[in-house]
């Protein structure tokens, strides 16, 4: 009989709530089918927060350029 392990959510920095389960199926290091850039941040909390400050700089940066900029024409 297959059992349904319930829904999933996204907690974010990869991780969802299947991972804060308590069980014997604990997975070792990042998951095989994570990117390349989760794959290298993993296990490096600093690293992942100076990303997140880096990403939300550069999408504050363009969206404050593009109101800047009379907004987007859609015509």
């Known amino acids: 009989m297959i059992r349904d392990n319930g829904p999933i959510h996204n907690v974010g920095f990869g ?3 299947r991972d804060f389960e308590s069980g014997d199926k604990e997975q070792q ?3 095989p089918h ?3 850039i989760s794959r290298a ?3 490096n909390p600093v690293m992942k927060m ?3 400050i880096v990403a939300t700089g550069i999408a504050a940066t363009v969206a404050g350029k593009l109101l800047r900029g009379g907004g ?3 015509r």
């Open 34 to 36: 994570s990117g390349f």
């Open 50 to 52: 100076a990303s997140s």
């Open 41 to 43: 941040l993993d296990d």
């Open 72 to 74: 987007l024409k859609l």
């Open 29 to 31: 290091g990042p998951s």
């Open 15 to 17: 991780a969802s709530s």
